[in-house]
């Protein structure tokens, strides 16, 4: 396998940029055919023992994102590529709501995750996590949404993310995409957006590039029956009944994302006693901030 076909080839790279000194741990990825005949890709870190912490991404990206956070925490676990990212199918139907991708992820969970787990969910991926901890809350230890609650309206909070996955269909090099983040305000750190970039593209016969995800080959993000001013907001009553069945909620916010001050007070008035931390960074923390983010997990 050359080099470039090396999906884990900035592992090293992400160990030392979080201060890892211990030996990189083993990593795999493994699939999972789920009931409707789609296969589910994802990361197996420390492979034969049960994952802690399950991890799972926000739209157009891919499990690869959390690569820092797990060295950097150093346990076992597991992350995945929702349907239509990373190395999982697309959907037939490009339907790419919380409801539909949480039945997936919950049959992943039944096949790679045999005891409780931290389940991790940023954006696309927390509006899941609350669905599937909510659907089988005895199989999550704690919850922990990062940078989205049910409170997002994603026209008018998530347009430019919108605009910034399908604005723009295919590019003449990695550094172009890259300036295009930048601008976007998806982050500032160069090499960890181009690392990210490469593990998030192809390159087509024409020798320009283009996202490997489905969503971005569609015309809108469709999270989100489209005409309701407040799309996301049935999905308080999961994180109710999460809180209600006793497993541990938390909120970590980005002080530039989604989740502004008004935001984060409607989670603290309708999830009382739940945890609520608030890290410098924009949307992605993952990506931007993965010390942090790892500090505030462990």
Same mark, same amino acid.
């Given at each position: 396998?050359?080099?470039?076909?090396?999906?884990?080839?900035?592992?090293?790279? %992400? =160990?030392?940029?979080? !201060?890892?000194?211990?030996?990189?741990?083993?990593?795999?990825?493994?699939?999972? @055919?789920?009931?409707?005949? +789609?296969?589910?890709? !994802?990361?197996?870190?420390? *492979?034969?023992?049960?994952?802690?912490?399950?991890?799972? /991404?926000?739209?157009?990206?891919?499990? /690869?994102?959390? @690569? $820092?956070?797990?060295?950097?925490?150093?346990?076992?676990?597991?992350?995945?590529?929702?349907?239509?990212?990373?190395?999982?199918? #697309?959907?037939?139907?490009?339907?790419?709501?919380? @409801?539909?991708?949480?039945?997936?992820?919950?049959? =992943?969970?039944?096949?790679?995750?045999?005891?409780?787990?931290?389940?991790?969910?940023?954006?696309?991926?927390?509006?899941?996590?609350?669905?599937?901890?909510?659907?089988?809350?005895?199989?999550?230890?704690?919850?922990?949404?990062? @940078?989205?609650? *049910?409170?997002?309206?994603?026209?008018? %909070?998530? !347009?430019?993310?919108?605009?910034?996955?399908?604005?723009?269909?295919?590019?003449?090099?990695?550094?172009?995409?890259?300036?295009?983040?930048?601008?976007?305000?998806?982050?500032?750190?160069?090499?960890?957006?181009?690392?990210?970039?490469?593990?998030?593209?192809?390159?087509?016969?024409?020798?320009? #590039?283009? #996202? &490997?995800?489905?969503?971005?080959?569609?015309?809108?993000?469709?999270?989100?029956?489209?005409?309701? $001013?407040?799309?996301?907001?049935?999905?308080?009553?999961?994180?109710?009944?999460?809180?209600?069945?006793?497993?541990?909620? =938390?909120?970590?916010?980005?002080?530039?994302?989604?989740?502004?001050?008004?935001? +984060?007070?409607? #989670? =603290?008035?309708?999830?009382?006693?739940? !945890?609520?931390? &608030?890290?410098?960074?924009?949307?992605?923390? /993952?990506?931007?901030?993965?010390?942090?983010?790892?500090?505030?997990?462990?």
């Amino acid at each position: 396998m050359s080099n470039l076909d090396d999906e884990f080839r900035f592992l090293q790279g %992400d =160990a030392e940029r979080v !201060g890892r000194s211990a030996p990189l741990p083993e990593v795999q990825r493994v699939f999972v @055919d789920t009931n409707e005949g +789609r296969r589910i890709a !994802g990361l197996s870190w420390q *492979p034969g023992t049960p994952p802690e912490y399950v991890f799972l /991404h926000g739209a157009g990206l891919n499990a /690869h994102g959390y @690569d $820092p956070v797990v060295l950097a925490l150093d346990a076992p676990a597991l992350a995945l590529d929702l349907p239509g990212h990373g190395r999982s199918d #697309w959907r037939d139907d490009a339907d790419y709501r919380p @409801d539909l991708l949480a039945a997936d992820v919950a049959v =992943a969970l039944g096949r790679l995750a045999p005891e409780p787990v931290t389940l991790v969910g940023h954006s696309l991926g927390g509006l899941t996590a609350a669905l599937v901890a909510a659907a089988q809350p005895e199989a999550i230890r704690r919850l922990v949404i990062v @940078d989205i609650t *049910p409170g997002v309206v994603p026209g008018r %909070d998530a !347009g430019s993310i919108a605009e910034f996955i399908t604005g723009q269909r295919d590019y003449a090099t990695h550094e172009e995409i890259v300036d295009r983040a930048v601008a976007f305000g998806i982050g500032s750190n160069r090499a960890a957006l181009l690392r990210g970039v490469a593990l998030n593209t192809r390159r087509r016969p024409d020798g320009r #590039w283009e #996202w &490997t995800h489905h969503l971005a080959h569609l015309e809108g993000l469709p999270i989100a029956k489209d005409g309701d $001013p407040a799309p996301l907001a049935p999905l308080w009553g999961a994180l109710e009944s999460v809180a209600a069945a006793g497993v541990p909620l =938390a909120l970590i916010a980005a002080s530039q994302g989604l989740v502004g001050e008004a935001l +984060r007070e409607e #989670w =603290a008035d309708r999830l009382p006693g739940s !945890g609520l931390v &608030t890290i410098e960074g924009p949307h992605n923390l /993952h990506e931007a901030a993965p010390r942090e983010l790892a500090a505030a997990l462990g």
